[in-house]
């Protein structure tokens, strides 16, 4: 899938890094989010609001961006965004999972699609303008390596900007599966103080970092993890129960899920962070 012919950012791909820490492995990562490529579209409200969101805070006049990069691109519907942005403009889409690639390549939006890591992008230093990546980095262990290979392939100036869930999210899930059985059912996310820590530390200037909460409302619990798999999204953590779940259990899980109810429903917390970094003219 990775183009190397048209894109002159492009060097070798290098090697998926090692999972760390307790996030999923990456394999189970990219193999999920392929699965999920046909059906990723029809569920992705949140993503579609999220998304426009973090474009609305780019600051494209200040920063024209001529190359840019949808880090974590998916189905390719930001990539198309940017492209109708930005006309002049050539654009990278780059992904862990080759299914999403294949699916989104056909669409067009960006000028080459690239298989590969965030946290090791097989581009050369200094080569883009613009870094977007909407709703990608919470499945990064090493949000540290992404930001400072963003930082590497921005050039003096250029701007990362991202959308990323932090710690609060789905915790309604995740507290009513901590009642049923004490295990881990619900992705894990990292703190927004490691989020905001991490920001400082990466050498990039912080120009907007906030969280704001976006919270979805489903009929049953039944519609809620449905749509997590159609997205790709669903527990792929280690030490996630093996096997399908007894019905004792399910009934158990919405037993404790209807204690959140409100009148719109059952209640889905996002929690997103959404940052605006610049690389400095000097480094
Ligand atoms: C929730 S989707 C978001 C897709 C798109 N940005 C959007 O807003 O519709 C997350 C995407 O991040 C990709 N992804 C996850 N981990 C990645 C990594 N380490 N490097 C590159 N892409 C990754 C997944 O394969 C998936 O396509």
Redesign the pocket.
């Known amino acids: 899938m990775t183009d190397l012919s048209y894109c002159a950012a492009l060097k070798a791909v290098q090697q ?2 090692a999972q760390q820490d307790n996030l999923p492995d ?1 394999r189970r ?2 193999a ?3 699965k ?2 046909t059906t ?2 029809s569920v ?1 409200a949140l ?2 609001a ?2 426009h969101e973090l474009l609305a805070r780019v600051p494209m006049a200040a920063s024209r961006p001529l190359c840019w990069l ?9 990539s198309r965004e940017l492209a109708q942005l930005l006309p002049d403009s050539e654009g990278v889409a ?4 080759e ?2 690639l294949r699916h989104a390549r056909p669409s067009g939006g960006a000028a080459h699609f690239v298989a ?4 090791r992008l097989p581009l050369r230093a200094d080569c883009v303008d613009l870094v ?9 262990s090493d949000f540290g390596a ?1 930001l400072s290979e963003a930082r590497r392939v921005l050039q003096p100036g250029g701007v990362f900007a991202f ?1 990323s869930l932090c710690m609060g999210t789905l915790v309604e899930l995740r507290d009513s599966w901590q009642a049923v059985d004490g295990r881990v059912h619900v992705n894990r996310f990292r703190e927004l103080a490691d989020y905001q820590r991490l920001c400082d530390a990466s050498g990039l200037m912080v120009r907007g970092f906030d969280v704001l909460p976006h919270v979805l409302h489903y009929p049953d619990v039944r519609s809620l993890t449905h749509e997590l798999k159609a ?3 669903h527990n792929i953590n280690p030490g996630r129960p093996d096997g399908l779940t007894g019905r004792a259990r399910i009934q158990a899980l919405i037993a404790a899920y209807e204690q959140f109810r409100q009148p719109a429903g059952l209640p889905a917390t996002y929690q997103v962070v959404y940052a605006v970094l610049e690389k400095p003219l000097a480094d």
């Not at 949808?70 to 930001?78: A, W």
């Open positions: 998926q890094t990456k990562v990219a999920s989010f392929s999920a490529a990723y579209d992705a993503q579609r999220v998304g949808d880090l974590g691109s998916g189905t390719g519907y930001f780059l992904d862990i999972a299914g999403m590969a890591d965030a946290e977007f990546s909407s709703l990608a980095v919470q499945w990064c992404v959308a997205l790709g999204a």
